[in-house]
């Protein structure tokens, strides 16, 4: 599949669940679908999972997904998104939007990454949310495909 993808043209359009995806975003799908789910089993068996920069790719699909996560459960987006800081695995910063006093998300990248895939509630990581619009968005974000899905509750997956 990854050979098949690479050698495609990047404008080409591919069917899928949901609206039809451009190639490079149905790659960076495919990675995060199988990191999520990849994380979902370290959990299952309690095991250690080493992040690497590689994680770029889920926390870029979770950011691109803001006004997504909204839409699709028929929500009026509240506003502009967020201002998102993360610390990636190997101490790089990552930043997406515009600086924003009022309204931000800061912390780690795996945090992030976990909390938009729905392998961890925002509760349950050190992710720092400041602002409304922030908290909104953290408490229901999902960047995969298919109808509205809650996170966990707090305390239901923690990885220990």
């Known amino acids: 599949m990854a050979r098949k993808l690479g050698e495609s043209d990047p404008?080409?359009?591919?069917?899928?669940?949901?609206?039809?995806?451009?190639?490079?975003?149905?790659?960076?799908?495919?990675?995060?679908?199988?990191?999520?789910?990849?994380?979902?089993?370290?959990d299952l068996a309690k095991a250690p999972r080493e992040p690497t920069d590689r994680i770029q790719h889920v926390a870029e699909i979770g950011v691109r997904t803001y006004g997504w996560t909204f839409m699709n459960r028929k929500l009026e987006v509240p506003g502009p998104p967020p201002h998102v800081r993360l610390t990636a695995p190997s101490g790089a910063i990552w930043e997406w939007h515009a600086e924003n006093a009022e309204s931000s998300v800061t912390?780690?990248?795996?945090d992030f990454c976990q909390v938009v895939t729905q392998t961890r509630n925002a509760a349950d990581t050190g992710l720092q949310v400041k602002g409304d619009v922030a908290q909104q968005w953290m408490k229901i974000a999902q960047c995969f495909a298919g109808g509205a899905v809650d996170p966990p509750p707090p305390g239901a997956r923690t990885g220990e």
């Open 107 to 110: 912390g780690s990248a795996l």
């Open 11 to 42: 404008k080409r359009r591919l069917p899928w669940f949901g609206p039809d995806m451009g190639v490079r975003m149905f790659t960076t799908a495919r990675f995060m679908e199988t990191w999520a789910h990849g994380q979902e089993i370290y």
